[in-house]
């Protein structure tokens, strides 16, 4: 890149413009020469407004955007991957910001190449002199939003000394105020001041109430939170808000007895940043004295309830004892049994009773015909249940849905061969809760004694088809030293026409194939330079 202040406007007419093509574009077609972004800082934004993670973070860099505008010294270009301009100039429309007019397909294509984009939303920012601060602005921004200004590697790392700085003096105040706020609000719009809730063991609830997942723990945690209070417990929750629309942040919290941070309250983004949450629900224990007591409580509320607080090392060493005691008596029947819920079904509507199936291997298949990850499953799993049909009767497939409701149901049912759970059973939450399902599909192993041999049935099945049935450790174990026999036979590089770099055979934890999009452990053909990683069972299939 440029070298000085003065070399820039040059630099950036390199980056920009077309021998035929001086100018950029703003959202109402106006043309705004390149030079005008002299000694600015620059954002060159690659999106495109098919991409559902870019339609998610173009709202977060408008605000940034509009916030450091009145400066004066911020630019942001876009630089699209739309396939046509109505679609572009309709993603357009949203931007405050400049951009590649879409007819200069070259100059897009050039920039591509240049940062070397691979995936979007990509956001590479620039220093006034056309240097590369960083190109992973996506994350910079998501992380710190304006507070990051100017991008820079040391402004990052001050951000960071100070977060380690507030971690090390926390206080529920400085979790929860902020400079134009001292209170949090109730469930019917009432002011608490957060001094009243000092002294208390504090829950912070990071939830959405448009999330499904966080809908089911919130009756769960509602139970939990009257218990607590009815035997006289200094305990309050609030609530982290994450919905996206205020009626139904709203319309949530008036169904919650406890407390809450305003709706898109600044400080529900520091906190999720702060605690690193990465899934919902969430529910983090803050202590008497301020100080972070459990970073997640979510599943001891879910399995144990009540008998969970006071969320001390000794309780979570007295529910590891109850847990394993559940887990040694665990059967089929106590797995699948609910009162007078003893069976499961056919396609047909006729019942099984579950006692008929003891003593069978079994999967428990977590699913939902709304999930586009569960229809790419979905075909290799009936490939291995007729495999392993065919040399072992004793086994048998427990479809599990998430479907939303009973057409949804009958319509992910009727392609399956095997079983299922009657939609709307309640037995569906007890099993989601016990086997932690967070997102489908999921697959675990049941065996022949009602024992979990394995949640991973998924990765199994979607890498090895049915040759780790009954997916023991020892049959795995087996499958495994055939491969890395099979591997010795292996070529070391490869040219491969889905990439464009020589790859290398690796050994890798787990990744997930750039070509085929499945998981996979150990043995990759991997680019460093790009991480890229594709499967051997992909690199190889031609050869």
């Known amino acids: 890149m440029a070298e000085s202040e003065d070399d820039a406007p040059d630099e950036f007419q390199d980056l920009f413009s077309s021998p035929d093509r001086d100018f950029l574009i703003n959202n109402n077609g106006d043309q705004v020469k390149v ?115 100017p991008f820079t590697l040391a402004k990052i790392q001050e951000l960071k000394d100070l977060e380690e700085e507030a971690k090390r003096n926390q206080s529920l105040k400085s979790l929860l105020l902020s400079p134009s706020r001292d209170f949090v609000i109730s469930s019917h719009g009432n002011k608490i001041a957060v001094s009243e809730l000092e002294g208390k063991m504090v829950g912070l609830y990071f939830s959405s109430s448009s999330y499904e997942r966080c809908t089911e723990f919130t ?16 305990f309050e929750i609030v609530m982290i808000p994450l919905d996206e629309e205020e009626e139904s942040f709203k319309k949530g919290l008036e169904s919650m007895p406890w407390l809450s941070l305003p709706f898109e309250d600044k400080n529900c983004g520091k906190l999720i940043r702060y605690f690193e949450v990465l899934t919902l629900p969430r529910l983090v224990i803050i202590d008497e004295n301020g100080k972070t007591l459990h970073s997640s409580v979510v599943e001891a509320v879910e399995e144990h309830g009540a008998i969970a607080y006071p969320f001390s090392p000794e309780k979570f060493a007295e529910l590891s004892e109850i847990e394993k005691a559940k887990a040694a008596s665990q059967t089929l029947e106590s ?89 709307g059973d309640p037995r569906k939450s007890y099993l989601s809760r016990k086997f932690r399902v967070y997102e489908v599909p999921m697959l675990v192993a049941i065996g022949p004694n009602g024992q979990t041999i394995t949640k991973d049935a998924r990765f199994l099945i979607n890498y090895h088809g049915a040759r780790t049935y009954p997916f023991t450790e020892e049959r795995i174990k087996e499958v495994q030293e055939e491969e890395d026999e099979a591997a010795k036979g292996w070529p070391e590089k490869l040219d491969h026409e889905k990439h464009k770099h020589e790859i290398s055979l690796t050994v890798r934890m787990i990744y997930y194939c750039d070509v085929c999009d499945d998981e996979g452990r150990k043995w990759s053909y991997c680019c460093e330079k790009c991480d890229f990683d594709m499967h051997p069972k992909c690199a190889l299939m031609a050869e």
């Not at 009756?219 to 006289?232: I, M």
């Not at 019942?351 to 291997?361: A, C, D, R």
Request: with cysteine; aromatic share 14%.
């Open 35 to 149: 030079d005008t972004l002299k000694h600015k800082k620059l954002g060159l934004y690659f999106s495109a407004s098919w991409c559902p993670p870019c339609q998610r973070f173009t709202p977060a860099l408008v605000e940034v955007y509009n916030e450091l505008a009145p400066k004066g010294d911020f630019e942001v270009v876009f630089i699209s991957a739309d396939e046509n301009d109505a679609t572009f100039m309709e993603y357009f429309s949203q931007m405050p910001w400049l951009a590649i007019p879409f007819s200069d397909s070259e100059a897009r294509n050039r920039l591509d190449e240049l940062f070397e984009v691979e995936g979007i939303p990509n956001l590479v920012l620039l220093d006034e002199t056309g240097e590369v601060v960083t190109d992973s602005g996506v994350d910079v921004i998501r992380e710190y939003g304006v507070e990051g200004y």
């Open 335 to 423: 797995l699948l049994v609910s009162g007078d819920q003893d069976f499961v079904i056919r396609k047909d509507g006729t019942k099984v009773l579950v006692s008929e199936l003891v003593g069978k291997n079994i999967l428990l298949y977590f699913s939902g015909g709304w999930c586009a990850a569960c229809h790419v499953f979905h075909p290799k799993l009936i490939e291995a249940y007729h495999e392993i049909k065919e040399k072992e009767e004793e086994f048998e497939v427990i479809f599990i849905s998430s479907d939303h409701d009973q057409a949804s149901f009958d319509e992910s049912f009727a392609v399956m061969p095997w079983l299922a759970i009657p939609y």
């Open 219 to 234: 009756s769960r945690l509602v139970e939990f939170y009257d218990k607590l209070k009815a035997d006289g417990e200094s």
